[in-house]
């Protein structure tokens, strides 16, 4: 069973790292700076690569239907349940999620959480009423370019930043915010830590750092004092290319 963390103002007990499975098509890809046409396939097993991640030692899976955000309704649910199936440890999922019937079959399915993104900036009062009829089990993604919320996959970006978008449900019961700095995504500059502390900062929900985790450099970082706010963070391609080694990771993760 995954350690879970609490996050606070202090802090959390746990730093997670998510490791991330993106599908597009029914495989395991990884986009750079969002775009669908810089999609890089690791993986056409999405499953047989959930397991191997589980093997390693991760306690928590993120997993995102890319086609799924662009429709607006999932488009790899194969992928996602084969996934499922194959794992043990917890898995979150975004994309696509866009109402409340989708939101329970995919809880009823196994997920441990949905992240709510487009419909979190279109309907807020949809975020609220799901975390009301399924209470620790929502997340909110926050995907912001150029400090801006963006929406539809991507595409569109809104007026709306990240901070004013995360106090519109502080007190909606959401349980995590998973943070991503688009213009980082899937292009190893390095997580983009000074936003995402100062959006911990900024409201009382667990914050997950998304977007750019490059190196042993960023784990390390992530355990400095200034940064233990944050719930973890994701890392998708970094462990795809060897980057990262997971037991060196976890352990110092552990560590902190």
């Known amino acids: 069973m995954a350690r879970f963390c609490s996050g606070s103002r202090e802090g959390v007990s746990c730093l997670i790292l998510f490791p991330a499975i993106d599908l597009k098509d029914g495989q395991c890809v990884r986009l750079k700076l969002g775009e669908m046409s810089e999609a890089t396939v690791f ?65 009823d399915k196994g997920v441990r959480r949905v992240i709510l993104g487009t419909i979190a900036v279109r309907d807020p009062a949809l975020v609220r009423e799901a975390c009301a009829s399924f209470p620790g089990r929502v997340a909110v993604g926050i995907d912001a370019r150029g400090g801006k919320v963006a929406v539809e996959g991507w595409a569109e970006t809104s007026e709306l930043t990240a901070i004013e978008m995360a106090r519109r449900f502080e007190d909606a019961g959401v349980s995590a915010i998973i943070y991503t700095d688009i213009d980082r995504d899937g292009v190893l500059k390095g997580l983009n830590l000074p936003a995402t502390v100062e959006l911990a900062q900024a409201t009382r929900i667990p914050v997950i750092a998304s977007g750019g985790l490059a190196s042993m450099d960023d784990i390390e970082a992530l355990t400095r ?32």
């Open 43 to 107: 993986n056409d097993d999405p499953a047989a690569q959930a397991r191997a991640f589980q093997d390693q030692g991760f306690q928590y899976l993120h997993i995102v239907d890319l086609n799924g955000a662009f429709a607006g309704k999932p488009a790899n649910a194969p992928a996602v349940e084969a996934i499922l199936r194959a794992i043990t440890i917890p898995a979150q999922l975004g994309g696509g999620i866009r109402d409340l019937a989708t939101i329970e079959t995919w809880l």
């Open 225 to 256: 004092p200034e940064n233990r706010i944050l719930e973890g963070a994701i890392s998708g391609r970094a462990l795809y290319d060897g980057r990262i080694d997971p037991a060196e990771a976890l352990r110092a993760l552990a560590r902190a």
